[in-house]
């Protein structure tokens, strides 16, 4: 089992910036591939982003492509999220995920596809 912790969420305003946290407890956090997910109300869980075990290889949604950076410390046991340029678009409750897995492929693009689930963070919009 692993335990994930997410922090980091609040109000902002369109073009502002926002860095998310997930801390991780239990078994080896060097063991697991770790993912962010979003999900807005009445839609779907989503992909943002995922990073490899060693933080050397790293994926991002075409959405936030270009204003999305994750990274990982597995000194410290956590993964992060840095998000710029927002947008209302970027609006919803945000999703650490974990798999134990030494291979990956597209699957990791999939929700499915993780075993371990944070309670979220939300990001929402001021007018």
């Known amino acids: 089992q692993v335990q994930l912790v997410e922090s980091g969420g609040g109000l902002v305003q369109s073009g502002g910036s926002l860095r998310l946290s997930c801390a991780a407890s239990g078994r080896s956090f060097r063991s697991f591939v770790m993912g962010w997910f979003r999900q807005a109300p009445g839609k779907e869980r989503e992909f943002v982003a995922a990073?490899?075990?060693?933080?050397?290889?790293?994926f991002v949604a075409d959405s936030v492509k270009g204003r999305a950076t994750i990274s990982r410390d597995n000194s410290k046991n956590t993964v992060d999220l840095q998000m710029n340029n927002l947008n209302p678009g970027d609006a919803g409750l945000y999703y650490c995920?974990?798999?134990?897995?030494?291979?990956?492929?597209?699957?990791?693009?999939?929700?499915?596809?993780?075993?371990?689930w944070g309670q979220g963070t939300r990001v929402t919009f001021s007018s």
């Open positions: 990073i490899g075990r060693s933080g050397g290889t790293r």
């Open positions: 995920a974990a798999k134990e897995s030494s291979v990956y492929d597209t699957s990791l693009y999939d929700a499915g596809w993780y075993d371990f």
